[in-house]
């Protein structure tokens, strides 16, 4: 199984803040990688395909990279609506897996 | 409008069974393969299983090979998931997604306790 390596666990921001989350794949997933964004008692929102796609709607501050085994996840200016947990998924082979989540709280 | 919407969950004794469904509409459900994604309380996600389009190709994590059974009905444009034999580590909420999508229906809570 491939494993997803997210970091970090949590972070506190500021508003305005740059925010950059990770995700490790523990082999090559070429770039069959997505990111999502989750708030309490709510499904996911996903918000980057094929690791550095925006989803349509998704604001533009949201951007993605990498491929193979390394990816980026990052939120140019932190805004109040963005404070959620995210995390990664990859779906390059079975069983697809997600990272363990980073939590971003208000500083 | 695309809508997914599961139902089924609830409270079930440790080896019993119970059935979800995803009711779908606003897409041709029949061209799409589906997904099911589960979260324990205070969780991570964890996916459980897809679906192709006809329904012959079935895919699962471990934890459930054996215990669940992913199908689907294409004329009732319906998603299910069968799950057998549970145990308190499948309690979760169950989500059923298009795959590759940003479609999610809402999640229904599936909990296994005596």
């Known amino acids: 199984d491939i494993r997803m390596t997210q970091s970090p666990s949590s972070l506190s921001a500021s508003v305005g803040d740059r925010v950059t989350i990770t995700c490790r794949a523990s082999?090559?997933?070429?770039?069959?990688l997505g990111w999502y964004q989750q708030k309490p008692g709510k499904a996911p929102k996903r918000l980057i395909f094929?690791?550095?796609n925006v989803q349509s709607g998704v604001p533009s501050r949201f951007s993605g990279s990498g491929s193979g085994t390394e990816f980026t996840l990052t939120i140019s200016s932190l805004q109040p609506e963005d404070f959620a947990t995210y995390y990664c998924?990859?779906?390059?082979?079975?069983?697809?897996?997600f990272g363990q989540g980073t939590k971003v709280e208000i500083k | 409008e695309v809508q997914l919407v599961e139902s089924g969950g609830g409270l079930v004794q440790p080896g019993g069974s119970l059935r979800l469904s995803c009711a779908t509409s606003?897409?041709?459900?029949?061209?799409?393969?589906m997904t099911w994604v589960r979260q324990a309380p205070g969780k991570g996600l964890e996916w459980v299983a897809n679906?192709?389009?006809?329904?012959?190709?079935?895919y699962y994590v471990d934890s459930v090979k054996g215990r669940f059974t992913i199908s689907r009905d294409n004329a009732k444009n319906s998603l299910y998931l069968q799950m057998n034999s549970l145990r308190a580590g499948d309690t979760a909420v169950y989500y059923c997604?298009?795959?590759?999508?940003?479609?999610w229906g809402q999640g229904t809570l599936v909990t296994v306790s005596s």
């Open positions: 997604a298009i795959r590759y999508s940003d479609y």
């Open positions: 606003g897409f041709t459900f029949s061209t799409y393969w």
């Open positions: 679906i192709n389009e006809d329904g012959s190709q079935k």
């Open positions: 082999q090559g997933i070429r770039n069959d």
């Open positions: 094929g690791a550095s």
């Open positions: 998924l990859q779906h390059n082979s079975y069983p697809w897996t």
